[in-house]
Each structure stands twice: as structure tokens, then as C-alpha cells.
């Protein structure tokens, strides 16, 4: 991932509560129930030509990710879309990332914290690229993880909560230390899961093949990549995938948010080629990205 500045030391604004604070200024209590206990939940979208892609569909899924922490919003639905819009012309972004968050206050220490304030914050920055382009181009490296994600009646799979990426974190840092890109996660039964921020798709006799999101994100992105390939005549199946059935792909590549659609070139030894319907994809998700 190309090295950035630090992200506690910026120019610029962040919405805070509803009202723009200085950069520098956005500043939380030490003893915020959200970092104590992970009552936080985000979202994470990309800004293209100075628009916010599927900014209704994050904003959307933001409010269910907070339901299902249960706690509610402050604000509607309309007033954060509007303040995701304002941040961005504020910070002047062409192309670049937003992320909405809203966190338990400091109110209460306690595992219960049913009256805390909800805090809603919204940064952007700009981003061109999550991964090198280089290895974009060329498909990134991946290292099967040893933790595995949690059952859905083990854990709110289905928000996009901070304490769920946990174990994602630990996953990319001991890819990252063997020399690897990012981390390949299986859920609890050994089947294919996604990556540590990302779903994963594969090709095998020109169809294209993605796991069943029954205990991971069902990303935005992921949902775009099978409306884009249906529209094209790509047949689009989602199913368990075992790891050895994966192996056996003939592309694979993953989308998300930050990294769109980036191929992989390996999993642990097994080598793999960008091949043409990866390419298509990318090239089709680009010509929509740019119209909408």
C-alpha cells in the first residue's frame, strides 16, 4: 500500500457532529465507549471526477451497521448524504476516499452503555490507488490467514462494525511480514471467505464464481461486479468454495471499495494469471465508475 501522510496531522476539515472542525481539532475522549468496546461502525467509499460512487447505498448500509449495534443515528439519512457532499467540496477532492463513521460517547465504562451519545464523524482524502499499480496491473500476492471469520450467529457479519476487522488486521500484518500483499481468510466451516477488506471472485470455463456472503460484507462493489458481469453475459455463480477448488481457478481477483477490482497473481505457492474476463471486468467497472 503506497505510504501516506500521517492521518492525525492534516490540513483540511472533518465533519464532526455536525459542524466542520479543523483537521488537526477532530479530537474524541480517550475513554470513548467505541474504542473501549468497538461500539463503532463505517463505511468506506470512493470519490470519482468529485462525486461520491453509490454514496446513497453506503449511507444506507451505514444506518443498517448502527441498527444492528443497536444504537440509532442522530441524523437522517439525507443529512448525512448532504455532509458527505459538503466534506468533499470542502476538502476540494477530485478523486479520493470517504469515510463515515459513528461511535458510542464517553458517557458510560461499562460493556452496557445504552446512554451514550452517538458521535457521527465524516473525513475524505484523496486516493488514487489502494495497492501499488504496478502490482494492480500485474495481480497482488495473497497468504491463506490463520484466523478465520466468525459464524453469523456469532457476530454481526452482515455490519460493517470496527471490532469485526480485528483479525483482518492481524491477518494483513503477518501476510505483509512474509512478503506477501494482503491475507486470503476462510470462515469458520473452511470454506473461502474474502480477503481482509475485500471479496474475492474466480473464473473457471469462462463463468465466474464468488462465495455466498452468509458470514462476510456482501460489498457494494461485489454487488456492482455481478450486475456489470450479468449485463455482459458472463454467467455469475455464488456458492461454497473450498480452497481446492479455488486453486483450480483459472483468474481470481478481488473487489472492494479501495481496491476495486485487483487481480491476484498468488495464493501461498499457487501462481495465477490476470486473465481476459478479469480484465473485461476491470475494464467495464472503469467505463461505469466514469458515468455515474
Known sequence: MPKVKNFDNRKGYIWLDGKLVKWNNAKIHVLSHGLHYASCVFEGARIYNGKIFKLKEHTKRLFFSSKTLGFKLPYSE????????????????????????????????????????????????????????????????????????????????QAKAAGLYMICTLSKHEAEKKGFDDSLMLDSRGYVAESTGA?????????????????????????????????????????????????????????????????????????????EITKKLMLFFNNFVEKN
Open 78 to 157: 439525507n443529512k448525512i448524504n448532504n455532509a458527505c457532499n459538503q466534506i468533499i467540496k470542502k476538502q476540494k477532492i477530485k478523486n479520493g476516499y470517504l469515510r463515515p463513521f459513528a461511535w458510542r460517547g464517553s458517557e458510560m465504562m461499562a460493556i452496557s452503555a445504552q446512554n451514550t451519545t452517538i458521535h457521527v464523524a465524516i473525513a475524505a482524502w484523496e486516493m488514487a490507488t489502494y495497492f501499488d499499480k504496478k502490482k494492480k496491473l500485474n495481480g497482488i500476492k495473497l497468504k491463506t490467514s490463520e484466523w478465520r471469520r466468525p459464524p453469523a450467529n456469532t457476530a454481526p457479519t
Open 199 to 275: 471479496n474475492i471472485f474466480f473464473v473457471k470455463n469462462k463463468k465466474l464464481y464468488t462465495p455466498i456472503a452468509d458470514c462476510f460484507l456482501n460489498g457494494i462493489t461485489r454487488q456492482t461486479v455481478i450486475q456489470l458481469a450479468r449485463k455482459n453475459n458472463i454467467t455469475v455463480i455464488e456458492k461454497k468454495v473450498l480452497m481446492k477448488e479455488l486453486f483450480k481457478a483459472e483468474e481470481i481477483f478481488l473487489t472492494g471499495t479501495a481496491v476495486e477490482i485487483t487481480p491476484i497473481s498468488m495464493i501461498d505457492r499457487k501462481k495465477f494469471n490476470v486473465g
